[in-house]
């Protein structure tokens, strides 16, 4: 089991990414955004400048944050299908220079009316994902599919039938344990409710490879916007059952990666504005810690539970 977190929201430099991660006590960042630019769009220059660096503070990407098949890519357009594959083709060789085995990839935006999911949009949304996957798998790197406003993330139901088809050993799910609980719960039959982080989770959790690490509470449905409101917490103080999910994943024998990704001082999603980088260093340092508690809880339960 490891610790690692998406280090732009400590900082916006590489500089402050690495100094928060060593602050923990940590040697790995999930990697997003660089200087406001995503990891696989930095220039070549700039890139050879994170690479040095990282190699010299002995930092490693373990996983690349990025764009691929998102929730700002339409499921109906091949431009945005298209850019996927561009971004994912730049990768890759980065990912090698890194020794970075994983890329988090999604599955196109949520549509907000769930009968435009005819079977014909449904089989195009496989297609397009399994040609994703299939230059990973080309490539020898994971494609980590996260629950997010994307198709796979309408509900469990829908992550389940990814599953089924998305032919290749290299499509492994990750599982973000705040997501959730700002969004509508498309199963059938559950379409008038918000999802339960804890029911996505049981329905999934054999199949979990990964876990991004936020918290939360809903606050209100935003029908015009891809992302509900919700309020972000440090973890365990929201609606994510953040406890209850890692006792579980540890009690079950998982030994993957925790990776943090605070949202409470940088929301990616909403034109908040940026908070000061102090501010935000201070606030992914001390979620950082306060989660390494809560795996410490969850360790020592298990311990005596056993005794």
């Known amino acids: 089991m490891y610790y ?18 060593k602050a923990l006590g940590w040697t790995r960042i999930e990697s997003r955004n660089i200087d406001g630019t995503n990891i696989h769009d930095l220039s070549d220059a700039d890139f050879d400048r994170v690479a040095g660096i990282l190699k010299d503070e002995g930092v490693i990407i373990n996983c690349f944050g990025s764009t691929v098949a998102n929730w ?12 996927s594959v561009d971004e994912l083709k730049r990768a890759i060789p980065r990912m090698e220079r890194l020794g970075c085995t994983m890329i988090r990839g999604m599955s196109f935006t949520r ?28 490539a020898g790197i994971y ?28 499509f492994k799910l990750v599982f973000d344990t705040g997501n959730p609980l700002n969004s509508i719960d498309y199963r059938e039959g559950h379409q008038k409710s918000m999802q339960s982080a804890w029911q996505f989770y049981s329905a999934v959790k054999e199949f979990v490879a990964y876990v991004h690490i936020k918290d939360g509470r809903f606050v209100e449905l935003q029908p015009d916007e891809i992302f509900n ?5 440090f973890p365990g103080e929201g609606e994510g059952y953040v406890k209850e ?14 990776s943090i990704e605070p949202h409470m001082q940088l929301v990616y999603h909403e034109d908040s504005g940026s908070a000061p980088e102090e501010l935000k260093f201070n606030n992914y340092v001390e979620y950082g810690r306060r989660f390494m508690k809560i795996v410490e809880e969850a360790k020592a339960e298990l311990t005596a539970a056993q005794a």
């Open 4 to 21: 690692t977190g998406f280090a732009d929201e400590a900082g916006t430099g590489i500089e402050a990414q690495i100094k928060a991660t």
């Open 111 to 138: 549509l907000r009316d769930a009968s435009l999911y005819t079977g014909e949009l449904e089989e195009s949304i496989f297609k397009k994902v399994n040609a994703l996957v299939s230059i990973c798998e080309d």
């Open 143 to 170: 494609y980590m599919h996260e629950n997010c406003a994307n198709y796979g993330g309408m509900s469990s139901d829908h992550t389940l039938r990814l599953l089924d088809h998305i032919n290749s050993p290299n």
């Open 229 to 233: 409101k919700a309020e972000w917490t």
């Open 245 to 258: 999910i890692v006792r579980d994943l540890l009690a079950s024998g998982y030994d993957g990666g925790f």
């Open 72 to 83: 700002s890519r339409d499921p109906r357009s091949e431009e945005d299908y298209l850019r």
